[in-house]
C-alpha cells in the first residue's frame, strides 16, 4: 500500500476514523495527497439499499466539507494530556468508591467529597480496633491513592502550562465560569470550528441540543441528544455548573438577566445544560471570528466583538 501510494499521483482519500487513522493520513500526506478522516456513523446515511451502495455512499460521504481534519503529531501529543487525565480521574474515583465500601463494612464512614477520603484513610490510620491485615490492605489503598493524587497534579500541571502558549485558550478562559482545563479540552479537541456553520452546528456535535419529537406542525423538544465527545460536553456543563454555584450564592455580580430569570423557571440542572449550550456557541464564535469575550449584562450571555 505505501508503494501504490507513493506513485499515485496526488488524490483526495478517505480513511475511517479509528486507531491508528491520523498516523496513516499524516503519512499519505507527505506524498501530496489530500485525507478526509471519515466516521462510519456519517457515511451510514448515504447508503441507499444494501452493503454493496456503500462505495458510492463513501464518496458522496467524503464530499461532505464537515469531515474530521487530520491533527498534526503535535496536536495528537497534546490531546495526550486531557486523556491521560481522564484516565487517572476515573481511577481515583474508583479507588475512593472501594475504600468507602470497604470501611462501611468495618462501620467507618466519611462525609461525601473526594477531598474526605484521605480523611477518612488517616482515621484508618490510627484505628486499632480494626484487624492487623484490614489496616494493612488499607495502608496499600492509602498509597496507591496518593500516588494517583501525584500523578494527576502532574499532568494538571503540565496542562496548566500549555494553556499560556495558546493563545486561543488563553480568550476561551475568559468565558465566565472557565478555566484554563476547560478551555485547553476545548481548543484541543474541537475540529476545525470552520466546518461548523453556526455555533448551533457545533452545540448539536456535542450534544447539547434538544431532541426533536416535532410533527404536524407542533414543535416538540425532548432531552438533549448525548451525541459527540462526551468528556468534552462533560466539561462544559461543569463549567456552567461552576458558575451557577457562584450566581446561586449571591457572588454572580455581573450574571445576566437572561440567566436569572431562567433559574427561577427552570431546574438549576437543566439551566446548566442550557447554560453549557450557551457557552458551546460562543466558544465556536471565538474561535471562529478571533474576538474577545465580553461580558454584557443587559442582553443574554454571547461573545461580543470588542
Known amino acids: 500500500m505505501i508503494a501504490f501510494s507513493e506513485k499515485l499521483p496526488p488524490t483526495l482519500v478517505a480513511i475511517e476514523a479509528c486507531g491508528e487513522s491520523h498516523h496513516w493520513a499524516r503519512f499519505l500526506q507527505s506524498f501530496g495527497h489530500e485525507v478526509k478522516l471519515i466516521p462510519p456513523q456519517y457515511v451510514k446515511p448515504y447508503v441507499k439499499r ?21 491533527k498534526s503529531a503535535e ?7 486531557i486523556g491521560v487525565r481522564e484516565r487517572l480521574i476515573r481511577n481515583r ?23 474526605k477520603v484521605e ?20 495502608a496499600l489503598h492509602a498509597r496507591e491513592y496518593r500516588q494517583l493524587l501525584g500523578e494527576i497534579a502532574k499532568v494538571e500541571a503540565r496542562l496548566t502550562a500549555w494553556h499560556p502558549a495558546d493563545e486561543c485558550s488563553r480568550r476561551l478562559a475568559k468565558i465566565p465560569g472557565g478555566g484554563p482545563i476547560g478551555a485547553s479540552m476545548l481548543v484541543m479537541k474541537m475540529p476545525a470550528p470552520e466546518g461548523f456553520g453556526s455555533g448551533w452546528h457545533f452545540a448539536a456535535w456535542l450534544g447539547l441540543t434538544p431532541k426533536g419529537h416535532s410533527t404536524a406542525g407542533k414543535v416538540r423538544l425532548g432531552v438533549i441528544t448525548r451525541a459527540g465527545d462526551e468528556p468534552l460536553r462533560s466539561a462544559l456543563v461543569a463549567w456552567a455548573t461552576a458558575l451557577l454555584r457562584h450566581v446561586r450564592e449571591g457572588r454572580g455580580k455581573n450574571a445576566s438577566p437572561w440567566l436569572l430569570e431562567l433559574l427561577k423557571r427552570k431546574p438549576p440542572k437543566l439551566v446548566a445544560v442550557a447554560l453549557a449550550n450557551k457557552f458551546a456557541r460562543v466558544a465556536w464564535k471565538l474561535m471562529v471570528t478571533g474576538e474577545q469575550y465580553r461580558t454584557n449584562t443587559t442582553q443574554p450571555l454571547h461573545a461580543r466583538a470588542v
Open 93 to 115: 474515583t474508583q479507588l475512593a468508591n472501594a475504600i468507602g465500601g470497604c470501611a462501611a463494612e468495618f462501620g467507618l464512614s466519611a462525609a461525601q467529597g473526594i477531598c
Open 50 to 70: 444494501g452493503k454493496n451502495a456503500a462505495a458510492e455512499a463513501l464518496c458522496e460521504a467524503m464530499s461532505r466539507p464537515t469531515m474530521r481534519p487530520v
Open 119 to 138: 480523611l477518612l484513610l488517616e482515621h484508618i490510620a490510627t484505628d486499632e480496633t480494626l484487624p492487623e491485615l484490614a489496616r494493612d490492605l488499607f
Open 75 to 81: 496536536s495528537q501529543a497534546a490531546l495526550m494530556l
